[in-house]
């Protein structure tokens, strides 16, 4: 099924470090929904944005819909282990109820 | 904890079986959903519900797979003469209940076909 792209696919970073990882697609979406899994887990919600050029901040997350509404964008400021999982955006098309994934970016700290 | 369990969170079956799968939205869930998520990959839509009514159904969703959601409470999807390629997490989503659509997943249920 599609998927958005999602990028990086992957990053290896120190605590403390900052994060910032963003999802395209070829389709204009009305909603952009940020999420988190833990291995064997569901996805947790993040972070939801429901307009263009909306700016939302969850504590050290913030995440943006961009302009055109074919892009989102994640933040995570001074990384600690616990944000260590992976990271997918999701959206929702028009007048469509079922959310469309990304790939999902894999967050390690390094010790 | 987003309130939405599912129960088994694992299964595992021999090729040619059939199971079931429950999740349990809370209370102002009205809109419930069905994904599919295997290793590495983003969760696919499968189906959603509102209320009891099944209102939309995804390519994925071969005949050997029903879902049901009786009294637009639990909902059940069904897998009948599971394949390997059915492993996978079957994750449940409910949503519909806040001011602004969003969907809050479950825990999941891990399939293992052998």
């Known amino acids: 099924g599609q998927q958005l792209n999602q990028s990086p696919q992957s990053m290896f970073i120190q605590e403390g470090e900052d994060v910032s990882m963003n999802c395209t697609s070829s389709s204009i979406f009305n909603t952009w929904l940020w999420y988190k899994q833990d291995p064997g887990e569901g996805p947790v919600l993040l972070i939801a944005l429901y307009k263009a050029g909306e700016l939302t901040s969850n504590g050290r997350l913030t995440a943006q819909f961009g302009i055109t509404r074919k892009d989102s964008f994640l933040n995570i400021s001074a990384s600690i282990p616990s944000d260590v999982g992976i990271y997918f955006c999701a959206g929702q098309l028009p007048g469509n109820e079922k959310l469309t994934f990304g790939t999902g970016t894999r967050l390690t700290i390094i010790p | 904890d987003t309130g939405v369990s599912q129960d088994p969170r694992h299964k595992i079956t021999k090729r040619g079986q059939n199971v079931t799968f429950r999740c349990d939205p809370i209370s102002e869930h009205n809109r419930l959903y069905w994904y599919r998520q295997t290793l590495g990959q983003g969760p696919e839509f499968l189906t959603y519900f509102q209320n009891e009514a099944q209102l939309e159904k995804s390519r994925l969703l071969s005949d050997r797979f029903s879902a049901e959601r009786p009294k637009g409470s639990f909902s059940t999807l069904e897998i009948q003469r599971t394949e390997q390629g059915d492993s996978a997490m079957y994750l449940c989503?409910?949503?519909?209940?806040?001011?602004?659509?969003?969907?809050?997943f479950g825990p999941g249920t891990r399939l293992l076909v052998l």
């Open positions: 989503a409910g949503g519909g209940g806040a001011v602004q659509e969003t969907q809050y």
